[in-house]
């Protein structure tokens, strides 16, 4: 077993519940290769630096995991067969200064996943809210 | 005369703050190691050393690869802040 880190930019023009619906397979995916989730991250509707394929804005959202090495290539070809998915990054955290730092970006994820629980509906509204004036200051 | 120095003495300021590890998703932290036309910085005007500045440079790709930090500027595209629009 060797840690990863998955980030996926899912496509903007989704409801949020088709956005989750996505992020489910793509963990699903994880998990049915005999991955182990340690945390998630969602950081949410940003936008891009550069448009990909003419999307300026992208949901992203950050898997934790450890996992055979083998079973990478086939995660990884799944996510390109997946449609919803912009982008995908795959990190190796290999040497024991790099697992030091996976660890602790667990810890802060799911300490992020766990205090703001409460706050998460509102916390993924407001800046829905923010986005849509800066579209109408544009 | 010709002892006394032409340049400030350069340092690492990854090495001054201890910087094991990086993360490519806090996109802050990469600003310094970046031009205004977001091109890496070279050693020599950083004064990174060589390790921090591998990593670095390891840093800004997958940033790039993230979207995080685009590829390149074009003249349209440049700001005077180029971190103000992101996020």
Same mark, same amino acid.
């Given at each position: 077993m060797r840690h990863y880190e998955n980030l996926v930019i899912v496509k903007p023009a989704m409801t949020?519940?088709?956005?989750?619906? &996505? $992020? =489910? #397979?793509?963990?699903?995916?994880?998990?049915? #290769?005999?991955?182990? $989730?340690?945390?998630?991250?969602a950081m949410g509707m940003r936008k891009l630096a550069y448009p990909i394929e003419? #999307?300026?804005?992208?949901?992203?959202?950050? $898997?934790?995991?450890? &996992?055979?090495?083998?079973? +990478?290539?086939e995660i990884e070809r799944r996510f390109r067969i997946n449609e919803d998915l912009l982008?995908?990054?795959? +990190?190796?955290?290999?040497? #024991?200064?790099?697992?030091?730092?996976w660890n602790g970006l667990v810890e802060k994820a799911k300490k992020a996943a766990a205090t703001p629980a409460k706050e998460e509906t509102p916390a993924e509204e407001a800046p829905k809210a923010e986005e849509t004036t800066e579209a109408a200051a544009e | 005369m010709s002892e006394k120095r032409k340049y400030k003495k350069r340092y690492c300021k990854y090495c001054e703050a201890k910087v094991d590890f990086m993360d490519y998703k806090d996109v802050a932290n990469l600003r310094f190691s970046l031009s205004e036309r977001y =091109? $890496?910085?070279?050693?020599?005007?950083?004064?990174?050393? =060589?390790?921090?500045?591998?990593?670095?440079s390891t840093v800004i790709k997958r940033a790039r690869a993230a979207a995080f930090v685009p590829y390149v500027v074009t003249r349209k595209k440049v700001v005077p802040n180029p971190f103000e629009n992101l996020k």
């Open positions: 949020a519940e088709e956005i989750q619906a &996505v $992020i =489910k #397979n793509v963990e699903e995916t994880i998990t049915s #290769n005999g991955g182990e $989730i340690a945390a998630t991250d003419k #999307n300026e804005r992208g949901y992203y959202h950050v $898997i934790y995991y450890s &996992v055979a090495p083998a079973a +990478i290539a982008r995908f990054v795959t +990190i190796k955290y290999d040497t #024991n200064r790099e697992v030091a730092a | =091109k $890496i910085m070279p050693r020599r005007l950083t004064g990174n050393c =060589k390790r921090h500045q591998d990593m670095i």
